[in-house]
């Protein structure tokens, strides 16, 4: 079937804008008692999929917070220091979702704050996200900053070497740095919410929602919040079923535990070198 100009436009519109550009605004229902709310996370963690459910105007209206795309607000939309070198010397706007930052526990501790916010960390199986990063660094992610290099590295070797080759790259990134760090997060800020991507993308995924939901001060009226979800599901984003491969879309496989099938004795000799007991703090052995 031949598409047209038009029609290929649509299929490519953020689900959160399709529905700005399709619902006429509507009174803010409740304000939240938070000034800010931060998104945190590393990359892989789903941090496109939460930030365009936390972007959607029924979120917005449930709340009163205009999400602020943090990364927009960049040179080149692109941060290149390591996750464990960027902090903060001034306050981001308030009455905003900040979404996403990458960053390390000790960066999110040095953005100045107002004197109410809320925030969350999503967690990662740090082997699914080497999966992902493998993937989308390789094929599938807009060419920005030095990821054309890593394409082509990537391009020439097998697999298994190019997996490696992502291992020690995360490492030196500070990627899992960044997730050791947040393990005691939630001690030191009881202001701090730990979210794990499993269960976002559970069967009881609502459950884990709606304790975010609360958490944030985010109050979505009646069955909001499943209707939210529902337009946000892997099958209405990527056009699949979950689980249902694409090596060349942004949502590539919607699952966990894919990292059994990519890791060989020798990726598990490296990852384990490399993360140490990341695994094991984070409770995923």
């Avoid at 800010?36 to 979120?59: E, G």
């Avoid at 599938?140 to 290099?149: A, K």
């Avoid at 699952?255 to 140490?276: C, L, Q, S, Y």
Wanted: proline share 5%; with cysteine; hydrophobic share 35%.
């Amino acid at each position: 079937m031949i598409r047209t100009k038009g029609e290929t436009l649509k299929r490519w519109i953020p689900a959160w804008l399709k529905h700005w550009l399709r619902r006429p605004e509507a009174p803010i229902l409740y304000r939240s008692q938070n000034q800010n709310i931060y998104h945190c996370t590393v990359q892989k963690c789903a941090s496109q999929w939460v930030r365009a459910i936390l972007s959607d105007p029924r979120i917005y209206r449930s709340c009163g917070l205009s999400p602020y795309r943090y990364q927009d607000h960049l040179p080149g939309q692109h941060d290149p220091r390591k996750l464990t070198e960027r902090r903060f010397e001034q306050a981001l706007p308030e009455a905003t979702i900040v979404t996403t930052i990458y960053i390390d526990y000790e960066g999110f501790a040095s953005i100045p704050k107002p004197a109410s916010y809320k925030a969350f960390f999503v967690m990662r199986d740090p082997r699914d996200v080497l999966i992902s990063w493998y993937y989308s660094s390789k094929i599938s992610h807009p060419l920005q900053g030095e990821l054309g290099r890593i394409r082509q590295n990537l391009n020439r070797l097998s697999e298994q070497d190019g997996i490696l080759y992502c291992i020690d790259y995360l490492d030196e990134f500070g990627l899992f740095a960044a997730q050791r760090s947040w393990v005691g997060a939630a001690s030191e800020d009881a202001n701090v919410l730990l979210v794990r991507y499993e269960d976002l993308i559970a069967e009881e995924a609502m459950a884990t929602f709606e304790q975010l939901l609360r958490h944030c001060d985010i109050r979505v009226p009646g069955a909001g919040l499943a209707a939210i979800l529902r337009a946000y599901r892997f099958e209405e984003l990527s056009g699949r079923q979950r689980g249902e491969e694409d090596r060349s879309a942004h949502y590539r496989k919607g699952v966990a535990g894919d990292w059994r099938n990519h890791f060989t004795p020798a990726i598990a000799a490296r990852f384990e070198k490399v993360a140490g007991d990341l695994l094991s703090l984070w409770n995923y052995e």
